[in-house]
């Protein structure tokens, strides 16, 4: 079952003949939001390969944030750090600000949600 629902037709409709080809989709969604928010917990950095990077390697660290004043049940983030960002380490109950980037895409029929800390600055 794709996002779409069962039986969606992906394809484009060539004028003037009427014939159609088979369009691959691949979506993704972005939308950006800076929060304030208190760090649960925070794992290890670690290197992972990069093909933007000069060195072909980069640093990432997951974090998990919830904003503050929700209780254990809040609106949780489980979010992947990059870059140098990813060595500052943060303690548990640390308040802080964050630029968090949300991204849908789509792989094999399934939905995958991705949130990724773009900046992330201790209060």
């Known amino acids: 079952m794709s996002l779409f629902g069962q039986g969606t037709d992906f394809s484009v409709s060539l004028c003037p003949r009427n014939q159609t080809i088979p369009r691959v989709v691949f979506l993704k969604f972005q939308k950006m939001e800076t ?23 980069t640093r990432k660290c997951t974090i998990v944030l919830r904003e503050p004043g929700s209780g254990d049940f809040g ?6 750090i990059l870059g140098s960002q990813a060595d500052c ?20 029929g399934h939905a995958y949600q991705d949130v990724m800390c773009r900046d992330i600055v201790k209060i």
Do not use: P
């Open 35 to 57: 929060k304030i928010l208190k760090v649960v917990r925070q794992g290890e950095t670690f290197d992972v390969n990069s093909r933007s990077s000069e060195t072909g390697k």
């Open 75 to 80: 609106n949780t983030f489980a979010c992947d």
């Open 89 to 108: 380490r943060f303690a548990v109950g640390d308040l802080v600000a964050a630029t968090l980037a949300f991204s849908v895409h789509e792989h094999e």
